[in-house]
């Protein structure tokens, strides 16, 4: 329960937090999968990317997926082996989880479904002149380059000119996406989120969450290329008109409803006012009082 709108804010925003519990819980789970893949394959090095490494995942943790990177010997690649190497990894990952209800292949991860939390396990080889090679399944079959330890050092350092305020904003609006049914990349909205708040200061949170949606929807029917350096539109699953305009649409309306409660905090109207940030938000955000 609230009675400000600061206070409503702070309260959502330690909603979304995962409990030092769950952080040990997830420890375990990714060391003992990393070393099910080691006792079988020749590894260079493994490490947790994601939203879990960018500080940027949001509870509950049983909607989440925790992202392992394992970079394999060389040995294992071939040009047009994408679904095949994932396959490999998966029977590997039976071995050590036969019980488990669910793994399978999925994308470009092979995804171990768990009572409590979903594990991707992400096969690379290292690429010549930097970064990370990764297969992908869609369309026949590609390697996508990327470099997973720069969206970490890009997120660290964003948030940091932002005293802060940027990894909670970021949350904020991924559980707007939960909202949504998970309409958006959540990985585009966190390096949409890079892009609009660049040079801007995050003042307080309410007004930060509402630039956010005013700016996205124009940005959004916009290219967002991986910040990384190797190219490609994460957000080219928004690949016709159509799923463009819905696009604008869904941050049409989170922007009209955040500036709604921005008029009626101006107003005193505190309660209306969280009555209409929970509309965007949901549960999570507190109720008045």
Do not use: C
Request: charged letters at 20%.
């Amino acid at each position: 329960m609230a009675t400000t709108i600061a206070g409503a804010f702070n309260t959502f925003k330690s909603n979304l937090q995962i409990t030092d519990l769950q952080q040990d819980t997830v420890s375990t789970r990714q060391q003992n999968v990393r070393s099910a893949v080691e006792g079988e394959l020749t590894i260079l090095s493994s490490f947790l990317t994601g939203s879990y490494s960018r500080k940027t995942m949001i509870a509950p943790l049983s909607e989440a997926d925790i992202d392992i990177f394992i970079v394999l010997h060389s040995q294992y690649f071939e040009q047009n082996g994408q679904a095949s190497l994932l396959d490999r990894v998966k029977r590997v990952l039976k071995k050590t989880y036969p019980n488990t209800p669910e793994i399978s292949r999925n994308g470009q991860a092979v995804t171990i479904s768990f009572t409590d939390f979903k594990v991707d396990v992400v096969p690379a080889f290292n690429r010549n002149g930097g970064g990370y090679l990764i297969p992908s399944t869609y369309g026949g079959g590609s390697w996508i380059s990327t470099d997973p330890k720069k969206h970490v050092e890009i997120s660290t350092q964003k948030n940091t000119a932002h005293n802060g305020d940027l990894i909670p904003v970021v949350k904020m609006i991924k559980r707007w996406n939960r909202m949504i049914d998970w309409y958006f990349s959540s990985f585009h909205l966190e390096a949409l989120a890079w892009n609009i708040f660049e040079g801007v200061t995050i003042s307080d949170f309410s007004s930060g969450v509402r630039y956010f949606f005013d700016k996205g929807r124009s940005y959004i029917g916009s290219p967002v290329y991986d910040p990384s350096g190797y190219g490609g539109n994460v957000g080219r699953y928004l690949d016709t008109q159509t799923k463009i305009d819905e696009a604008v649409s869904r941050f049409s309306t989170a922007f009209t409803r955040a500036k709604n409660a921005e008029a009626y905090a101006s107003q005193g109207k505190i309660s209306d006012a969280i009555t209409e940030w929970r509309k965007i938000f949901g549960d999570k955000f507190p109720v008045y009082g």
